[in-house]
């Protein structure tokens, strides 16, 4: 059984992923957020500040993955090790780049809980074989088509 699921044209796939990272770019180091009582409580076992990283960087896995679903469809393995490792990379960019901004630091934990946001994506990858990417108007008029591949998507 396979699942339609709209394929978004590249264009709009590639603004998704530079919004998120822009995104990531901008709480981190133009505008970080003050830290408050909040980010150092532990729902669980992390403290908050952990699972904020965790989350921004699978939505960021997930928005690099959703863009390559295409280019990279067979070689399903390789995309999931390259998809985190450009997704741990940016995390660990940006900690780097933290560590010369006023007021904030280079932390490992944030590089780890970036990585492992990243690995997230696991499940992507593991039910992509699953999943039928139709160009978002056949989608819409819900026409039966094979996926779209090639570079006018």
């Not at 409580?41 to 896995?61: C, E």
């Not at 160009?135 to 819900?142: A, L």
């Amino acid at each position: 059984m396979t699942v339609r699921i709209p394929l978004l044209p590249p264009v709009v796939r590639w603004g998704l992923v530079a919004g998120v990272a822009a995104f990531i770019f901008y709480a981190s180091i133009l505008s970080p957020p003050p830290e408050t009582v909040v980010d150092t409580a532990q729902p669980g076992f992390l403290p908050l500040d952990k699972w904020r990283h965790f989350v921004a960087y699978a939505t960021l896995g997930y928005a690099l993955a959703y863009a390559t679903s295409t280019t990279w469809d067979g070689r399903r393995w390789r995309a999931f090790v390259l998809v985190v490792a450009l997704t741990s990379l940016y995390g660990a960019g940006i900690e780097l780049g933290q560590s010369v901004v006023p007021d904030r630091g280079f932390d490992p934990g944030d590089v780890v809980a970036n990585a492992l946001g990243a690995t997230l994506v696991l499940f992507w990858f593991a039910i992509r074989p699953r999943l039928e990417l139709t160009p978002v108007s056949q989608w819409i008029s819900g026409s039966n088509s094979t996926e779209s591949k090639g570079p006018s998507e």
